[in-house]
């Protein structure tokens, strides 16, 4: 799960980034030793993402060890499909949403934080 996760956390660190945030100054995350702090306060709802997909990969493997076909399959998740009120999307795009989402609550052009449906 943690190699899903590390995967996760980058995704919405560049998500961040590209939406003008810093990712150290976290809203629940705080610790002067973790650069992605925003980062691990993002990515809490996405997580059931990589625990379905590594009980996906533990089903249909018989390893114990990361493999580079595992870690293949783990990297999938980025492109799983998520479900908006209106629209369909990658987790990608997903993360952009909503780190941008974000974005405009802090300069106060809106008051809600956009998060999918993971599941439809």
């Known amino acids: ?33 973790n650069a992605f702090c925003l980062a691990d306060d993002i990515m809490e709802p996405y997580r059931p993402l990589v625990d379905a997909k590594v009980i996906e990969i533990i089903q249909t493997y018989n390893e114990q060890d990361l493999t580079t076909p595992i870690k293949a399959e783990l990297l999938q998740v980025l492109t799983q499909t998520v479900y908006f009120e209106d629209a369909k999307s990658p987790l990608m795009v997903a993360l952009t949403k909503t780190t941008n989402s974000l974005q405009q609550c802090y300069t106060g052009v809106s008051r809600k934080l956009i998060y999918p449906k993971l599941w439809n």
């Open 1 to 33: 799960m943690n190699y899903g996760y590390i995967i996760l956390r980058a995704a919405v660190a560049r998500a961040i980034a590209g939406s003008g945030l810093l990712s150290t100054l976290g809203i629940h995350h705080h610790n002067k030793y």
